[in-house]
């Protein structure tokens, strides 16, 4: 078994669901490599995380976000974790409802994402930074 891992910073990005799957990809140039096998996408952050969904239109991004922020609102009195800002704690929420990682299957030397799949970032804070993501793939 062969095991490829990079980390990689991706530069801060403004609130919002993004579309980071060229990057990934960019981040693997040794994926080809692998036969079969799976690619574990990590993020190293609590009020960020990672989905995957359509890649085509750009109007599902903005309704998660929509969404998301209907779902887990800012300002609520009932938070204690407040000291960060407004954003900080359905930042975490949102993060945790999502998840830190994404595991895809390589297939013949590529991820196999579906035709209308992409890798998101979801970038809950207003001011996040930039993020790092640890890429593992492992395989035959």
Request: net charge negative.
């Amino acid at each position: 078994m062969t095991i490829y891992q990079q980390i990689i910073s991706l530069p801060e990005k403004p609130r919002g669901f993004h579309l980071i799957t060229r990057e990934v990809v960019r981040a693997l140039q040794d994926i080809g490599n692998i036969r079969t096998g799976m690619c574990q996408v990590f993020i190293q952050h609590t009020s960020a995380s990672l989905t995957i969904n359509e890649n085509a239109d750009p109007t599902v991004r903005e309704d998660f976000e929509m969404f998301f922020n209907k779902t887990v609102k800012e300002n609520d009195p009932a938070y204690k974790h407040d000291y960060e800002g407004a954003d900080d704690m359905p930042a975490h929420l949102k993060a945790s409802l999502l998840g830190s990682s994404v595991l895809i299957p390589i297939h013949n030397g590529q991820l196999a994402l579906g035709t209308w799949q992409g890798i998101y970032l979801c970038e809950h804070r207003n001011h996040g930074g930039s993020r790092s993501l640890v890429i593992t793939a492992w395989g035959q």
